[in-house]
């Protein structure tokens, strides 16, 4: 069973920028595909913000922006706001499932 | 606009059954899957499995096989799981979203399964 892995938590200053990875149990990650990445918000659903790496949908505003960056998949949150304080979530999709990341708690202080 | 709409929180028994619906509108329902995640409280998400809106064809991930039933009927574009035998562990917010080209770009407002004798 695959397992994939978030940083937990991350915080970072308004205005600035902060990375957050998503990246496959060792030996997993040939059979891992199209990262996607959420962001929740307390009682709400997950909202979808990038989908196959680094396409976003309408909604997803500019800052966002996903890559590959050294095996793993990442979002980039450039210039921060306050309002992106939440829960991000990827998921890969491995060998036929969809799988989770444990999640990123990111605090903007 | 592109909507799902779930129906309400239930409280089922240990053992039970439980049959949660998403209603979808503003789009050719026919044209897209639709996948279902659950969350438990304070955990992350978990993926359930998914429906073909075609052609009813499904996958699900071997942890729910046996024990989840993914259905839709295309003349109420509504998409249906149905979980069985319950556990506590089973309780969770139940999500549908809308399935395409390797995303989920639509989701339901989620549906409360409470399990508890």
């Known amino acids: 069973q695959t397992v994939v892995t978030q940083e937990p938590s991350l915080t970072v200053s308004p205005g600035?920028?902060?990375?957050?990875?998503?990246a496959p149990s060792t030996g997993a990650t040939t059979n891992c595909h199209y990262?996607?990445?959420f962001q929740q918000k307390p009682g709400q659903p997950p909202t979808t913000l990038v989908y196959r790496t680094n396409n976003k949908h309408s909604w997803t505003p500019a800052r966002f922006s996903g890559s590959l960056l050294g095996g793993k998949a990442a979002l980039t949150l450039s210039g921060v706001q306050p309002e992106d304080e939440g829960d991000y979530y990827c998921v890969l999709l491995c060998d036929g499932d969809w799988v989770f990341g444990g999640g990123t708690k990111l605090t903007v202080l | 606009q592109v909507r799902l709409v779930q129906s309400g929180s239930e409280v089922k028994r240990p053992g039970a059954s439980v049959?949660?619906?998403?209603?979808?509108?503003?789009?050719i329902f026919r044209n897209y899957g639709?996948?279902?995640v659950r969350q438990a409280p304070?955990?992350?998400?978990?993926?359930?499995g998914w429906i073909n809106g075609r052609d009813g064809h499904t996958n699900y991930p071997q942890k729910f096989q046996g024990?989840?039933?993914?259905?839709r009927d295309t003349s109420t574009s509504t998409?249906?799981?149905?979980?069985?035998?319950?556990?506590s562990d089973d309780t969770a917010v139940y999500f549908c979203a809308r399935d395409y080209d390797f995303t989920w770009d639509t989701w339901g407002q989620g549906a409360l399964v409470t399990v508890s004798s």
């Open chain 2, 19 to 27: 049959k949660v619906s998403c209603k979808a509108s503003g789009y």
């Open chain 2, 34 to 36: 639709i996948g279902w």
């Open chain 1, 35 to 37: 990262p996607n990445w």
């Open chain 2, 67 to 71: 024990r989840v039933t993914l259905t």
């Open chain 2, 42 to 48: 304070g955990q992350g998400p978990e993926w359930m």
């Open chain 2, 79 to 87: 998409a249906y799981m149905e979980l069985s035998s319950l556990t």
């Open chain 1, 16 to 22: 600035g920028t902060v990375t957050l990875t998503c």
